[in-house]
T-cell receptor, first 117, second 113 residues
Framework: DTEVTQTPKHLVMGMTNKKSLKCEQHMGHRAMYWYKQKAKKPPELMFVYSYEKLSINESVPSRFSPECPNSSLLNLHLHALQPEDSALYLC????????????????FGSGTQLSVL | KQEVTQIPAALSVPEGENLVLNCSFTDSAIYNLQWFRQDPGKGLTSLLLIQSSQREQTSGRLNASLDKSSGRSTLYIAASQPGDSATYLCAAPAETSGSRLTFGEGTQLTVNP
């Protein structure tokens, strides 16, 4: 199994809602990532988990709250989002975190297309 | 700070043509670089992860090269097909530590039947 599975594929939410994005991988990868991607732009890193511990938070607003319940699962909890948060949210995993300037092969999920009204 | 540039931004070719996508990076203190493909509204698919020691890596009709000394990588697609239409992104390590990638802006490829 070389897949990263993300649910839901599409999500529409109001600014007062609370929702969660889910990501799952069964490749035994120990590093997991959340990226945000706006249309026609490259992905932007939000969070990195390594061995289930948060290792990078790219100064993301607190209305985004990541959680790594176990080595296979990664969640992104959303609360009080703004319309400008509408984007494609991508989860990725790699065998391990990067070692210096040596990157690992990244496996991406198909993403959650989020619209905030 | 690593900067990655991809040229051209868009490319339209007839089916069957061989083509080259270019990626340049500013910090050559890297061990490897990754090429991705992205279809509209979908996630990224890793195509090739090329090590600086390899200089070239092949997967099917794809061939990637990496020249650290010149700060360049190229992705060669042979005998292009309409199914190759997608955005191609290259990504290099953003720094000497951490797990950050610097992505290029991508090349949007259209292969016409």
């Amino acid at each position: 199994d070389t897949e990263v599975t993300q649910t839901p594929k599409h999500l529409v939410m109001g600014m007062t809602n609370k929702k969660s994005l889910k990501c799952e991988q069964h490749m035994g990868h120990r590093a997991m990532y959340w990226y945000k991607q706006k249309a026609k732009k490259p992905p932007e890193l939000m969070f990195v988990y390594s061995y289930e511990k948060l290792s990078i938070n790219e100064s993301v607003p607190s209305r985004f709250s990541p959680e790594c319940p176990n080595s296979s699962l990664l969640n992104l909890h959303l609360h009080a989002l703004q319309p400008e948060d509408s984007a494609l949210y991508l989860c990725a995993s790699s065998q391990d975190k990067f070692q210096g300037a040596r990157i690992e092969k990244l496996f991406f999920g198909s993403g959650t297309q989020l619209s905030v009204l | 700070k690593q900067e990655v540039t991809q040229i051209p931004a868009a490319l339209s070719v007839p089916e069957g043509e061989n083509l080259v996508l270019n990626c340049s990076f500013t910090d050559s203190a890297i061990y490897n670089l990754q090429w991705f493909r992205q279809d509209p509204g979908k996630g990224l698919t890793s195509l090739l992860l090329i090590q600086s020691s390899q200089r070239e890596q092949t997967s099917g009709r794809l061939n990637a090269s990496l020249d650290k000394s010149s700060g360049r990588s190229t992705l060669y697609i042979a005998a292009s097909q309409p199914g190759d239409s997608a955005t191609y992104l290259c990504a290099a390590p953003a720094e000497t530590s951490g797990s950050r990638l610097t992505f290029g802006e991508g090349t949007q490829l259209t292969v016409n039947p």
